[in-house]
């Protein structure tokens, strides 16, 4: 079993900064590839980045590429998202999600094998 558990959301301005980390507790939490969703209310999921078990492989949604990066302390078995000049389409509750896999992240139907119980963003404007 792995326990993930988000923390650093909150409300910030637009064209702020904010970062999230995701705490995963478990033996084998560091062989998990990690990454981060979001769902704004009234709207899908939406994937945002994953980054690989050990930190060499990183994939980024187009909406937050060149914003957002992703990065991972197997050390302290906690995976981070930094998010930079945020915008008001930011606003969601981000999550956390693990799964053994690098691929299908970004479907529709992916499916983690573990989820946080997730923190909420809000960008003002």
């Known amino acids: 079993q792995v326990q993930l558990v988000e923390s650093g959301g909150g409300l910030v301005q637009v064209g702020g900064s904010l970062r999230l980390s995701c705490a995963a507790s478990g033996r084998t939490s560091s062989i998990y590839d990690m990454g981060w969703f979001r769902q704004a209310r009234g709207k899908q999921r939406e994937f945002v980045a994953v980054i690989s078990w050990n930190g060499g492989r990183i994939y980024l949604a187009d909406s937050v590429k060149g914003r957002f990066t992703i990065s991972r302390d197997n050390a302290k078995n906690t995976v981070y998202l930094q998010m930079n000049s945020l915008k008001a389409e930011d606003t969601a509750v981000y999550y956390c999600?693990?799964?053994?896999?690098?691929?299908?992240?970004?479907?529709?139907?992916?499916?983690?094998?573990?989820w946080g119980q997730g923190t909420q963003v809000t960008v003002s404007s």
């Open positions: 999600a693990a799964k053994r896999g690098f691929t299908g992240w970004d479907k529709l139907t992916f499916e983690a094998d573990y």
